[in-house]
């Protein structure tokens, strides 16, 4: 029994291919929405690629840049099979491929979907990555003498000051390394040295920040240096007033600016996908009305169209069957003797039946 069983006239017939005709080309127009929100997506994470380390964070905008290129391609090609459609005679040189079409094109849809929960679930590589990316790049904020992270201090610097942050987690991480380069150290004052024999690794450590990570619209001067010593200022507190510079992490604020844009895309990308859903189940009733037309020979009489030929169960069970077989027609059937090697040896008797042989004589 067939599922979703529509019966269409010839007027009902034109009038949805030509609506499909103009369906399809607006989701050509998504599939370059979903390209172009891939493209900002992968700019986005390259303009800080510095500061995150090599994983799989570029998988989603692939995917999405992936599915934009098919889509313009897929609904192109289905826009020209539902302009046909309105002719029987014209039909007749697609009825072939419009099931694989549909079957490719569902398969596509799937895609689409895929990619947009990918938004909602990559938020823990982006974290692991910024985690580690922003960690090294702390690290190595001093060298800016060193071949290939002489930038990584102006990187630091614009991401702290333009997304309001500071160090990985926290200020506190600035105080865990080296961040004031060797060589503008004065290796001469005997605080400087005290400060890196206290060290076992000998290193200069110091309860102090970059200039980047105070915030400018504290009415006090910003304090980089001693911000955990309250008797080094005057009225300060560290631990009850509010400090001048910025409280959030950097990997906290870049979280938040990733996962808000993903967040936006998702939602495009699931809108995208009902929307081609609903034009692939229109080109489905397209497909079995015309299917029906050319079986019953009048192009003037009604036909019906439907979603599944068969119901649920028996259309699930079918495809299992077909998977199950796959393959089995090239395999050689072992039933009936069908292993038997002398099975396509041909008889050398040419039609004798009755053939005597000879007995070797008893030895006497």
């Not at 679930?121 to 982006?126: K, S």
């Not at 199950?324 to 038997?340: C, E, F, H, P």
């Given at each position: 029994m067939a599922v979703f069983k529509v019966k269409f006239t010839k007027t009902r017939r034109d009038k949805l291919a030509q609506i499909l005709w103009i369906l399809n080309w607006v989701s050509v127009a998504s599939g370059i929405i979903l390209f172009s929100l891939g493209l900002f997506l992968k700019i986005e994470i390259k303009k800080r690629s510095e500061v995150m380390a090599k994983g799989d964070v570029n998988s989603v905008p692939n995917v999405l840049i992936s599915v934009g290129v098919i889509a313009c391609i897929i609904n192109f090609l289905g826009g020209k099979i539902c302009y046909d459609c309105s002719d029987a005679n014209k039909f007749s040189r697609w009825k072939l491929v419009m099931l694989p079409y549909i079957?490719?094109?569902?398969?596509?849809?799937?895609?689409?979907?895929?990619?947009?929960?990918?938004?909602?679930?990559?938020?823990?590589?982006?974290?692991?990555?910024?985690?580690?990316?922003?960690?090294?790049?702390?690290?190595f904020y001093k060298d800016t003498d060193i071949p290939g992270r002489c930038f990584l201090k102006k990187t630091v610097d614009m991401l702290q000051i333009g997304f309001q942050c500071c160090g990985n987690n926290g200020f506190r991480d600035w105080f865990e390394i080296q961040w004031v380069s060797a060589r503008y150290l004065n290796m001469a004052s005997k605080e400087v040295l005290d400060r890196l024999k206290s060290n076992v690794d000998g290193k200069f450590l110091v309860d102090g920040v970059p200039f980047s990570c105070c915030n400018p619209s504290s009415p006090r001067p910003c304090i980089q240096y001693q911000l955990t010593n309250n008797s080094a200022h005057y009225n300060y507190d560290f631990l009850t007033e509010e400090l001048n510079i910025w409280v959030k992490g950097c990997r906290e604020a870049l979280l938040d600016y990733y996962t808000a844009i993903m967040r936006y895309i998702g939602i495009a990308a699931l809108l995208i996908w009902l929307f081609e859903l609903s034009v692939l189940i229109g080109v489905r009733y397209l497909q079995t009305a015309m299917k029906n037309i050319l079986l019953v020979g009048d192009l003037e009489s009604e036909s019906d169209g439907w979603l599944l030929e068969n119901s649920f169960v028996e259309t699930a069970r079918y495809s299992i069957n077909i998977i199950?077989?796959?393959?089995?027609?090239?395999?050689?059937?072992?039933?009936?003797?069908?292993?038997?090697p002398n099975v396509d040896v041909q008889n050398t008797n040419c039609g004798k039946t009755n053939v005597t042989t000879k007995s070797l004589p008893a030895a006497s």
């Open positions: 079957v490719c094109t569902f398969c596509f849809t799937f895609c689409i979907l895929v990619g947009a929960l990918m938004c909602y679930t990559m938020r823990n590589e982006l974290e692991e990555s910024l985690y580690l990316g922003l960690r090294d790049a702390i690290k199950k077989n796959l393959g089995k027609a090239n395999q050689i059937s072992t039933v009936s003797g069908m292993n038997d």
